[in-house]
């Protein structure tokens, strides 16, 4: 699986952004899907993931803010990202995985967040 995110770019506090998560090869359907990001100097966190049967979880910090949905017959994953925060600038990767262990990983999208 190959995954190729996009998206990213600057906005203003309070506002939004949609990060897309396209993937290529077979079974997507079949793999749970994450969004994590890192931030300078801080280690990488899972922000949200949905399962293949579209269980979701998310990061308390982000909670009522993003969204995470797929689209398997687009075989991508998608972050609607509201109310941004400064406090969200990071690189945002997506991953694809089974029972939690990631992997496949695509390249990171920058999202910067301006006060």
């Known amino acids: 699986v190959q995954l190729q995110a996009s998206g990213g770019g600057l906005v203003q506090a309070g506002g939004s952004l949609r990060l897309s998560c396209a993937a290529s090869g077979r079974a997507f359907s079949s793999y749970g899907m994450g969004w994590f990001r890192q931030a300078p100097g801080k280690e990488r966190e899972l922000v949200a993931r949905i399962t293949s049967g579209g269980i979701i979880y998310y990061a308390d910090s982000v909670k009522g803010r993003f969204t995470i949905s797929r689209d398997n017959a687009k075989n991508t994953v998608y972050l609607q990202m509201n109310r941004l925060k400064p406090e969200d600038t990071a690189v945002y990767s997506c991953?694809?995985?089974?029972?939690?262990?990631?992997?496949?990983w695509g390249q990171g999208t920058l999202v910067t967040v301006s006060s």
């Open positions: 991953a694809a995985g089974m029972s939690q262990i990631w992997n496949y």
